[in-house]
């Protein structure tokens, strides 16, 4: 069963730092990754989706990398602001087997970026 | 701009009467799912269709009914609603099942008194 793990649970730091979000995964049979940004009772939001057959993708301030074979993935936030206070879910699409395309959520992590 | 829109936004119902939320999708997605939200179990699969009238159980089905009349549309049914079914829920679509990007609504919040 695909476990995904999502490291630290809770993150604050003041305006300007640069940071890291972690997601590692149990199984590395997938077909790729997405992150996800979820603000207070909305929905959630595509950030990235990484291929297993890619090693990062970037997006303005973000750039998320994926190690397939170590099961992890991380997800880069240059020049924090307080408009990125949010909660990150990584997510992994299981590949083959009878779960076919099943996508396993993390539990997030809850970033707050502080003036 | 997903182009999914879910209704109603907001329910509040008494147990063992049926609700009904409604998914519309404006992008062609072949791929739609039910997802239930709830604090410490994170985001859970009721349901998913890969098809008009083509549609599987996840995770967490029981309970639930979904039909797919329609490419753009995806309805969740709780026959008769439990406390316990009181939730968040999430439609989501995808262009395919395995690499195609998930793309989320805004979210139906239930509440089953």
């Known amino acids: 069963k695909q476990e995904v793990t999502q490291i630290p649970a809770a993150l604050s730091v003041p305006e300007g730092e640069n940071l890291v979000l972690n997601c590692s995964f149990t199984d590395s049979a997938i077909y790729n990754l997405q992150w996800f940004r979820q603000d207070p009772g909305k929905g959630l939001t595509s950030l990235l989706l990484?291929?297993?057959?890619?090693r990062e993708q970037t997006s303005g301030r973000l750039n998320a990398s994926l190690d397939k074979s170590s099961g992890r993935s991380t997800l880069y936030i240059a020049a924090s602001q307080p408009g990125d206070s949010a909660t990150y879910l990584c997510?992994?699409?299981?590949?083959?087997?009878?779960?076919?395309?099943?996508?396993?959520f993390g539990q997030g992590t809850i970033l707050t970026v502080h003036p | 701009d997903a182009g999914i829109t879910q209704s109603p936004r907001h329910k509040v119902t008494e147990t063992g009467t049926p609700v009904t939320l409604r998914c519309h999708q404006t992008?062609?997605?072949?791929?739609m799912y039910w997802y239930r939200q709830d604090p410490g179990h994170g985001l859970r699969l009721i349901h998913y269709s890969y098809g008009v009238k083509d549609t599987d159980k996840g995770e967490v089905s029981d309970g639930y009914s979904v039909s797919r009349s329609k490419t753009e549309d995806f309805l969740l049914t709780l026959e008769s609603a439990t406390s316990s079914q009181t939730s968040v829920y999430f439609c989501a679509a995808s262009l395919s099942l395995d690499t195609g990007e998930l793309f989320f609504g805004e979210g139906s919040r239930l509440t089953v008194l």
């Open positions: 992008e062609n997605h072949r791929y």
């Open positions: 990484i291929q297993s057959s890619q």
């Open positions: 997510a992994v699409r299981k590949a083959g087997g009878t779960s076919y395309g099943k996508l396993t």
